[in-house]
């Protein structure tokens, strides 16, 4: 049984002037459909990550930019986190069949970039080893591979040869030696060790245990936790709590099953029911910021990460888990919307294509002092919906308005209510 054959069982263009054309495609064809404007935004967005890394010249050619208040930790942890954010959002895409469709050219090059990419990322003799052993800010990163890996294994990890999947393995378990801080970070260690237990090596149970009970003594109600003691608005929730959270439980849950296949799984499968219930009410609030002109507001820390902002309304989308009431054509267009406005901004990718600090546009000012130009690619995270194949309603459904395009031309629209969950 696939993931996503699970998860409903069990739970149950143009883009304008935006920077350096991609070669060989053209981004402001009149006749993209929505599904075609997204597949060569990503490729745009991750091409300059991945195929520097899987050619061995990421370290080379990115002159990579810091926030001008950089704390001066290592500044050799911005590959990593450049080459990780970039996966996982690339992930879900990657993971489909191959085609002869344009999208299907590019998919099927990424994923070539991709396993490259992973293969030289833990080879200690290659120039583009990354740092792995030294900041602890590497368990962060290392995090957003494993949750990549959960999401394509069949496309990103078992067709790794032995050596390298060996090495990912040996990385993942040094990782231990980082006390994840009080706060998101707990489910960083989690899903390392989740991804260590789905493919039947020996995982820290307790770590995995320890981050989805933090979290979920951390839930304040109506779909929004804590991000450790202290309530903070932002996007954290999207940016890693919610769609982490359902991961990890989803993969642990698995896990078991296979493991167990006649146990008892009940208690599991319920706190994977309620998280999943809390992304959705989550996602309802998401959905409800984009403005009719496709504008969402810039509040929190990390903002500059732009539409990872929009993960657990993606990864609801995903896992075919999106509010009652709120149609994936609409989520479609509502995020198509954003893209076209957020991306025709000038200064968005500097002359090499590279992502630069900022929100729509270049903005240095307001990234955070842990924040570098490879902090930028989780917003590769708002594209996971091109996981679902061209069939798939959200796909192939008839545009529609989403909520506030309703709200503001006076036209019904869905109530909303706090849930109790």
Not at 326 to 352: H, N, W
Request: hydrophobic share 40%.
């Amino acid at each position: 049984m696939n993931r996503r054959d699970f998860i409903q069982k069990n739970t149950l263009l143009g883009l304008g002037a935006v920077g350096v054309p991609l070669a060989g495609t053209q981004l402001n064809k009149a006749d993209d459909t929505a599904r075609l404007y997204w597949a060569k935004l990503l490729y745009k967005i991750a091409e300059p990550v991945l195929k520097n890394l899987a050619e061995g010249t990421l370290v080379k050619n990115w002159k990579v930019e810091y926030s001008p208040a950089w704390d001066n930790r290592n500044a050799k942890v911005a590959y990593l986190e450049g080459f990780a954010r970039t996966i996982v959002g690339v992930a879900p895409w990657l993971a489909l069949p191959d085609d002869t469709t344009e999208e299907g050219q590019l998919r099927k090059k990424m994923r070539g970039y991709a396993l490259k990419s992973i293969e030289n990322s833990v080879n200690p003799s290659h120039p583009d080893y990354m740092l792995w052993r030294k900041e602890g800010q590497t368990l962060v990163d290392a995090a957003f591979l494993a949750q990549a890996l959960i999401k394509a294994p069949d496309a990103l990890w078992k067709p790794l040869d032995n050596v390298t999947q060996k090495r990912v393995i040996e990385e993942f378990k040094l990782l231990r030696r980082v006390v994840p801080p009080n706060n998101n970070w707990v489910l960083f260690a989690a899903i390392v060790e989740a991804f260590l237990l789905s493919i039947g090596e020996e995982a820290d149970r307790y770590r995995i245990e320890f981050g989805v009970r933090k979290i979920e003594d951390w839930y304040v109600g109506d779909g929004w936790f804590k991000d450790g003691e202290v309530f903070h608005t932002d996007y954290y929730n999207s940016f890693v709590i919610q769609p982490m959270m359902v991961d990890v439980l989803q993969t642990w849950l698995e896990a078991n099953k296979r493991q167990s296949p006649m146990g008892n799984h009940k208690a599991l499968q319920e706190r994977y029911g309620v998280a999943v219930k809390r992304m959705q009410r989550h996602a309802d609030f998401l959905e409800r910021l984009i403005s009719p002109e496709g504008s969402f507001p810039a509040f929190g820390r990390s903002v500059t990460y732009r539409l990872g902002a929009f993960q657990a309304l993606t990864h609801a989308a995903l896992i075919h888990q999106l509010p009652e009431g709120v149609s994936p054509a609409q989520v479609r267009c509502a995020l198509t919307a954003v893209m076209k406005r957020m991306f025709a901004q000038e200064g968005i990718f500097d002359k090499d294509g590279w992502l630069t600090l900022g929100f729509a546009g270049h903005q240095p000012n307001i990234a955070d002092s842990y924040s570098n130009a490879g902090s930028m690619y989780l917003t590769t995270l708002g594209f996971i919906p091109l996981g679902l194949p061209a069939t798939d309603p959200f796909w192939s459904d008839p545009d529609a308005e989403w909520t506030q395009q309703k709200a503001w031309s006076g036209k019904p629209f869905k109530k909303d209510y706090a849930v109790g969950y």
